[in-house]
């Protein structure tokens, strides 16, 4: 056995690095990522001093308790974008030579002299945090009508592109076709980013409709690279029909369009997850961002304001991202966080189930009551969340044997850290409308 298991080690090393990548990709996100992301907070125009702020609470204040992931969302190579619309007649895109979007220097002026994010992303790694961006599927259109050379090959960005299947909602990029050289393309796009020292890719407009040949290049990409990228896709619904693709290709991918600071977005999200439970680990369907906080400094739903969503639904909706095991990105401002949402992320028990709970799974949804259960790791410990999603206050109970508990059960209220005593077959609670409860339940032998 030990001499197998040397030469399994020398065989892996020895092997290409795409062979490794695609052994080890699920490696790099063995918990679902937990981090910040700019969409809605500044929409397409965050700017270098924003995001360093959001690093500087998220090592302060957050990352011990796992949250690590600093993500610039869309359009950071745009000089003149706004929030509130895209496709402007006057876009100002960067790039370089290879048709590359490149930092726009007005807003990362630490970009300068061709450093790319390599300077913001070492300022995020010295805070001890990871550091993260988004990007369009495809190849620019400006790319295409400017014959841009396309690093590694001798072709030219218009003899790799598609004019079928474009964004609907977004014009800089044509399709990356399965044409020679469209595979060089996304290697050079992420030995790119590998050298700013990129941890997490959001591949945006390839999961609906779901462009499976364009993630097979950038999951090939990334393992070619030697870089631990974690591969976010987006937006959703990701067709559950591609569960198979998407979750030995991806480390996350988003079940849903955007989630906002609105409750029928909170029980939309609830409903299209119940196709989604038996993916969940060792790659993650994903709840999309979280809406709380400040929001909408600079963003695209709204004028700046708190979330609108009572505390009573911000609980619910950390209680279903959590015991669904969900990526956690947090969408507000981090600065201006108050004591009752940053009491949300860093409650060290509700964290612990998401990071160490297994095999969520739906109990029952009937009639605005659902119950869900998870179980810990190696242990006999159940974890129950009970939510009323209706609008009159209600009385959901759920059996404890359904969560995989004969008899009865010692139960402790995760969100208020109170013991609530003994369970008798069933737990029960009596819940304010849009409101939930998360227990974990220990066997009474």
């Not at 399994?8 to 992301?37: E, H, I, K, Y």
């Not at 076709?177 to 393309?185: H, I, L, R």
């Not at 179980?375 to 974890?383: I, K, M, T």
Request: some cysteine; glycine content about 8%; aromatic content about 10%.
């Amino acid at each position: 056995m030990c001499n197998l298991a040397a030469a399994t080690v020398f065989l892996l090393a020895c092997a290409s690095p795409a062979a490794r990548g695609q052994a080890d990709f699920t490696r790099w996100a063995p918990t679902p990522p937990m981090g910040w992301n700019s969409w809605d907070c500044y929409g397409p125009t965050v700017q270098e001093h924003e995001v360093k702020a959001n690093a500087d609470y998220m090592a302060e204040h957050l990352r011990r308790y796992g949250w690590e992931y600093i993500v610039v969302d869309i359009r950071w190579f745009v000089e003149n974008d706004k929030a509130g619309g895209y496709n402007q007649t006057d876009p100002r895109y960067v790039m370089d030579e290879y048709g590359r979007y490149t930092p726009a220097l007005n807003r990362f002026p630490s970009a300068a002299g061709g450093k790319g994010f390599r300077p913001l992303a070492d300022y995020v790694h010295a805070k001890g945090l990871k550091f993260g961006i988004h990007i369009m599927r495809g190849i620019p259109r400006e790319a295409v009508a400017r014959k841009l050379p396309v690093k590694g090959t001798r072709l030219t960005a218009d003899q790799l592109y598609s004019p079928e299947s474009p964004c609907a909602w977004l014009a800089d990029n044509y399709t990356v076709a399965d044409v020679p050289g469209g595979q060089e393309y996304y290697d050079s796009l992420i030995e790119l980013y590998a050298s700013w020292g990129v941890d997490f890719l959001k591949v945006d407009d390839i999961s609906r409709p779901y462009h499976s040949r364009e993630v097979e290049m950038i999951r090939e990409a990334i393992d070619k690279s030697g870089r631990s990228i974690v591969l976010s896709l987006s937006p959703g619904a990701t067709p559950v029909a591609e569960a198979g693709h998407v979750s030995v290709h991806a480390n996350m991918w988003r079940m849903v369009d955007d989630l906002w600071d609105v409750w029928e977005d909170v029980v939309s999200l609830m409903r299209v997850a119940r196709g989604w439970f038996p993916t969940v680990g060792p790659t993650w369907p994903d709840c999309d961002m979280i809406p709380l906080g400040k929001l909408s400094i600079r963003g695209e739903r709204g004028e700046e304001r708190p979330s609108r969503l009572s505390r009573s639904e911000q609980r619910a909706l950390m209680t279903f991202f959590a015991i669904f095991r969900s990526p956690l990105m947090f969408g507000g401002d981090l600065p201006s966080l108050d004591e009752f949402t940053r009491s949300l992320l860093t409650n060290s028990a509700v964290l612990e189930m998401h990071r160490e709970g297994r095999e969520p799974r739906l109990i029952f949804w009937q009639d605005g009551k659902v119950a869900i259960t998870s179980r810990r790791d190696r242990s006999s410990e159940r974890y129950i969340a009970l939510f009323n999603l209706s609008d009159r206050e209600a009385t959901v109970s759920a059996p404890l044997a359904a969560a995989g508990i004969d008899g009865d059960g010692e139960c402790f209220d995760m969100w208020t850290g109170e013991a609530r005593g003994r369970a008798r077959e069933a737990i029960s609670v009596q819940l304010l409308p849009h409101s939930a409860a998360l227990y974990s339940v220990k066997p009474i032998k």
